[in-house]
């Protein structure tokens, strides 16, 4: 009688199962690993540019595999947006940058190189509104109107009795806001008045991210947008706070 035996074909039928275990396997390490390091660059890119901007920001890597990356310290492109509801001095303004060519190699005079850079911004009438007030003359100032077809923000004086109308525009590397009209019931409002509005407005609309100058501005229905852009830039060493120290990527 001849014995017939399965122990090989056995063998042979686990080896698709364990090439299929090990292939999930490394899979999932390739994702876990993907997944900590966008995790961590993002907060190593937060922490550095976040010191710069003056503002918390968000971060999107886009669709880059981030693995490589974590060991180049170099990216093609990141999308930063600011996630609060301050920018700089000006509230609600509304930053949505995108940077080029970031190099993350830190030493301690530099948290890293970016290539080149562009903005979009938008500052609303309630956010100017609210500007003036976190500055101290909110009270004399009670509302902000934008006017798209003059290109000028009015801001009503002790509950528009008096009016302030403003124009801000694009003057070389800077925003020049220059004042059209101040009066109150035809007579000129103090100059001191006219001279902190404009100052204010003129501090928070020079105020710009990682060397950015200004492209455009326009006035809105709903207050202000501006377009920048920058080149080659430094980014400041990353400052920890409270004493924590400093993610390093």
Do not use: H
Not at 4 to 27: C, D, E, K, N, Y
Not at 52 to 65: A, E, M, T
Not at 78 to 103: K, L
Not at 196 to 210: A, E, M, N, Y
Request: net charge negative; proline share 4%; glycine share 10%.
């Amino acid at each position: 009688m001849v014995r017939m035996t399965t122990s090989a074909p056995r063998r042979r039928s686990r080896l698709p199962l364990v090439a299929a275990v090990v292939v999930i396997a490394l899979v999932a390490a390739l994702i876990g690993g993907e997944v900590y390091a966008r995790n961590r660059v993002s907060q190593c890119l937060a922490t550095q540019f976040q010191n710069d901007l003056g503002s918390k920001v968000d971060v999107d890597l886009g669709w880059q595999p981030v693995l490589l990356s974590l060991v180049t310290k170099s990216f093609s492109s990141v999308d930063i947006s600011s996630d609060d509801s301050r920018f700089g001095p000006a509230q609600d303004m509304q930053v949505r940058a995108t940077v080029n060519d970031v190099d993350l190699e830190t030493s301690e005079t530099s948290g890293g190189t970016i290539g080149s850079s562009t903005a979009d911004v938008v500052w609303s009438t309630d956010g100017i509104l609210a500007t003036l007030q976190q500055q101290g003359i909110g009270s004399v100032v009670s509302g902000v109107t934008a006017d798209p077809g003059a290109g000028t923000l009015r801001f009503d004086i002790v509950g528009g009795l008096a009016a302030l109308t403003v124009a801000p525009t694009v003057s070389g590397d800077t925003i020049d806001v220059r004042t059209t009209d101040a009066s109150i019931l035809g007579i000129g409002i103090p100059t001191d008045l006219a001279d902190s509005v404009v100052g204010i407005l003129t501090d928070s609309l020079t105020t710009f991210p990682l060397g950015m100058t200004p492209d455009t501005l326009t006035v809105t229905d709903t207050g202000i947008e501006l377009t920048l852009s920058g080149g080659q830039y430094q980014i400041p060493p990353a400052q920890a706070d409270s004493g924590e120290q400093a993610l390093s990527c």
